[in-house]
């Protein structure tokens, strides 16, 4: 129709309720209408991308973009473990020290201490947003603020869960600042995301605090601990430093971090799901006695041909 | 409700392919096209501006809440609502060719990921800094750009389907001339014009659209708002937008689509829907492109005397060696049922062939679907102001009505317009009849005239009065007032 008065108010009422979303979410996120209406975006359409990622995958992987679950069913499940092996590995790098204390301390062994969730992306964030959904949700007990890692390295955090989606907002974006530890100096920083279009592609940004620390490339950065492990688990692999940036007269000393995870081809990531809250005694609980079968030795004698007057005469021949 | 639902499947389709594929795939660039904004684009070049706002608020919506989301909620609804609406304003600006219609979709894509980058800007969102803009704006436009055919195409089929059309059945098909008939042809013509757009066709595919009222057999809603406009196609014929002010009813034609048609007389074309009087709510131009077969149909709109404006004896494509009298100019043969009272702007539908052949086609056709070897030739033209009027929405036919222009549902007043009728008819009520049932918002460019009054003005020469009459049939000022100053930008 043209453009009649009735065209300019639906017009006018459209922008100002737009407009009236844009400004509650600003101010506060987690309003009530704002999070039903995402929550109802998520389950729907969180669903809808689960359905759809089955058909989509096999394109993507012609394709040669971020091939998730590879090519076929073993290769997921390799990476599945390998993934929970990086996070097994990545609890036990925890700063030795510490856990040498801890274990001392308290005699846990921790084993069991992580439990991973093994997830797919399904989709990738539209416009200039770094985050994923993975086909993991609620249901398979994924909560907000969980650590996400697959098995080079730290992918990110969940921001949104659904029933049967969650949000991962990844490391990579300008939004998501990481608590880390150099694993060398123990210096401790954050680690930003520089977003899409940066020069320095997939590269994050390191600031240590301490004007003085002296950061060298090739140093690897570690998650530093967080409160009740939220949002990252402590211990996780995050990245090498790759340049260091000058910093002369600032307060912090700055530096690029290539990540280990290749954030961009994301597939298999495993979801750290902390240890329950329910029995806070889990932790101090003795570790479970490993039912590890003794190893039988065998041992071969085959009989020599020369027992023993070799060497002897060898010997004295040197001598 | 069709419509509706199409918008609403295509855009939650395309919203999940977006997320789970398009994103996915490394493009050269670190961009995607989105495709969401082009259904919002498509959707509001199909639309019109009350449809396209509508499905760019939503399917912004919907992507602000799809789980990867994690920008400022109402972002993307705030720019998809202006994208769809700009789209509209700009294909009744810009008529719809597919060449204008894909010039827009490129520019209104652009449009778009500037705006979204500028609103990222403003809400200060972490990841649109100025290097990520540099970065990903050019290759997302670029690739929109590339993307934007295969979008907009099948949405306009998908459209033409959820119209109730198959492809080219009506519209396209017969009035190139193909298998349908004359009857059928006259339904093209006047669902295509029913659809308010005043396009009489459009490529095939894209017929379904405006053939929608066509295939409910009327002749609805002005004939007109529609400009001549020569299409691409071989085998089209459109009427471009046109129209005038609201609640004109014409094929009338603005500078431009005039310029076009002398143009094309000067090479020699063939100009087969002449332009008529130009009065607002008249015939005027419309050309077919198409080659001129031995022996054209043709469907003449014109009367011999003011007043009668008889979209007259149409002949329709009768099946080979099926005479209809031609004689346009004449006098009909009956009374024309329609004349309003002497003289009075609206012209009729009427002469002899006054009534609508079976079937609720065009007057002195009838329906020989799938006899036409002969594409159309439609002359619309009475000699005089006032003439050759292809009235508003009072020429629905009920469908099968054997005199259907006969027995409207309500008495068609055709243009009882109280300023500006050349001789009202007393007692005319002062708002326009509506025929046409609403259907949702969806449906509202069908909706042919709006409620505000028809404004007829007989005088008010404007500085393109010359231009007008020196045009081929344009000659009263009305045509210009209406189709160049608010018919387009307005």
């Known amino acids: 129709m043209r453009d009649t008065r009735r065209t300019r108010l639906v017009l006018s009422i459209l922008l100002i309720a737009a407009l009236a979303l844009i400004t509650l979410d600003y101010r ?114 994924i909560r907000p603020q969980e650590t ?57 940004k390191l600031q240590v605090l301490g004007s003085g620390a002296a950061l060298r490339p090739g140093e690897q950065l570690v998650t530093s601990a967080s409160v009740h492990d939220r949002p990252y688990v402590p211990g996780v692999p995050v990245g090498v430093i790759s340049k260091v940036q000058g910093s002369v007269g600032s307060l912090t000393t700055s530096a690029l ?8 081809a994301l597939g298999v990531v495993g979801i750290v799901i902390a240890p329950p809250r329910r029995n806070p005694r889990f932790s101090v609980l003795p570790p479970s006695p490993s039912a590890r079968p003794a190893p039988t030795v065998t041992v071969t004698v085959t009989p020599s041909p020369f027992p023993s007057g070799g060497p002897s005469a060898g010997a004295g021949r040197r001598r | 409700m069709r419509r509706l639902a199409l918008s609403a499947g295509v855009v939650v389709v395309l919203l999940v392919l977006q997320l789970t594929l398009v994103d996915r795939l490394s ?33 912004g919506l919907a992507l602000d809440v799809a789980p990867p989301a994690s920008q400022v909620l109402g972002e993307h609804a705030l720019v998809f609502c202006v994208v769809g609406y ?60 590339l993307v934007s055919p295969f979008v907009v195409y099948p949405v306009w089929k998908a459209g033409s389907w959820a119209a109730g059309h198959s492809p080219g059945s009506a519209a396209g098909g017969s009035a190139a001339g193909g298998s349908a008939a004359g009857g059928s042809a006259a339904r093209a013509l006047a669902g295509a014009a029913g659809a308010g757009r005043g396009r009489l066709a459009g490529r095939p595919a894209l017929s379904g659209w405006p053939g929608r009222l066509g295939r409910a057999s009327r002749l609805a809603g002005l004939l007109g708002s529609g400009r001549g406009r020569k299409a691409g196609a071989a085998d089209s014929v459109r009427f471009g937008k046109a129209a005038a002010r609201q609640g004109d009813g014409w094929v009338g034609s603005g500078p431009r689509s005039m310029q076009a048609i002398r143009a094309q007389v000067r090479r020699g074309g063939r100009l087969r829907l002449r332009p008529g009087a130009g009065q607002a709510g008249s015939a005027a131009a419309v050309q077919v492109h198409r080659p001129l077969p031995a022996r054209p149909v043709s469907l003449r709109m014109g009367q011999g005397r003011r007043g009668d404006g008889k979209l007259g004896i149409a002949h329709l494509g009768g099946a080979p060696g099926q005479r209809y009298p031609r004689g346009a100019a004449g006098r009909p043969a009956r009374r024309p049922r329609f004349r309003p009272a002497g003289g009075s702007l609206g012209g009729s539908l009427g002469g002899a062939a006054g009534r609508a052949g079976p079937g609720g086609h065009l007057p002195g056709g009838q329906s020989h679907r799938g006899a036409v070897t002969r594409p159309l030739r439609l002359h619309l033209g009475g000699g005089r102001r006032g003439d050759g009027i292809v009235a508003g929405r009072a020429l629905r036919v009920p469908p099968g009505s054997a005199s259907g222009l006969g027995r409207p549902r309500r008495r068609p ?28 918002i969806f449906a509202r460019r069908e909706r042919s005239f709006p409620r505000r009054q028809p404004r007829f003005r007989r005088g008010r020469p404007s500085f393109l009065a010359g231009r007008a009459r020196s045009g081929a049939g344009g000659r009263s000022p009305a045509w210009r007032a209406g189709g160049w100053r608010s018919g387009r930008f307005r």
């Open chain 2, 86 to 145: 700009g789209c509209g304003r700009l294909s009744m600006a810009t008529g719809r060719s597919a060449a204008s219609s894909l010039g827009v979709a490129v520019v209104a894509a652009a449009a778009g990921e500037a705006l979204y980058a500028a609103v990222g800007l403003m809400l200060g969102d972490p990841g649109v800094s100025w290097p990520a803009i540099r970065t990903v704006l050019p290759s997302s436009v670029l690739l929109d750009i």
């Open chain 2, 27 to 59: 493009l050269p660039g670190g961009g995607a096209p989105d495709l969401v904004l082009l259904v919002v684009v498509a959707l509001g070049l199909t639309g019109g501006p009350v449809a396209g706002m509508l499905t760019g608020f939503w399917a």
């Open chain 1, 257 to 264: 971090v290539r990540p280990f995870a290749d954030l961009t």
């Open chain 1, 148 to 204: 996400v890692l697959n098995g080079s390295g730290l992918v990110g955090t969940v921001t949104a869960v659904s029933a049967q989606a969650c949000t991962v907002l990844l490391a990579s974006d300008p939004a998501s600042v990481v608590g880390i530890q150099l694993a060398g100096s123990g210096q401790i920083g954050w680690v930003t995301g520089t977003g899409k279009g940066q020069a320095g592609s997939g590269l994050l």
């Open chain 1, 28 to 141: 506060d996120g987690s309003a009530a209408p704002l999070r039903g209406l995402r929550q109802f975006g998520g389950s729907v359409f969180g669903s809808a991308e689960r359905g759809f990622a089955a058909v989509t995958q096999p394109v993507i992987r012609f394709f040669g973009g971020s091939a998730g679950g590879g090519p076929g069913p073993q290769v997921a499940a390799l990476e599945t473990q390998v993934t929970r092996l990086r996070a097994q590995l990545s609890r036990e790098q925890l700063s030795r020290a510490q856990y040498a204390q801890l274990r001392r301390l308290l005699q846990v062994a921790g084993r069991g201490g992580y439990r991973i969730v093994a997830a797919d992306v399904i989709a990738v964030g539209q416009g200039y947003s770094e985050s994923v959904t993975l086909d993991a949700g609620s249901q398979d007990g």
């Open chain 2, 413 to 440: 007043r055709l243009f009882p317009g109280r300023a500006g009728s050349l001789r009202g008819r007393p007692g005319s009520p002062r708002r326009q009849p509506r025929f046409t049932r609403r259907e949702g």
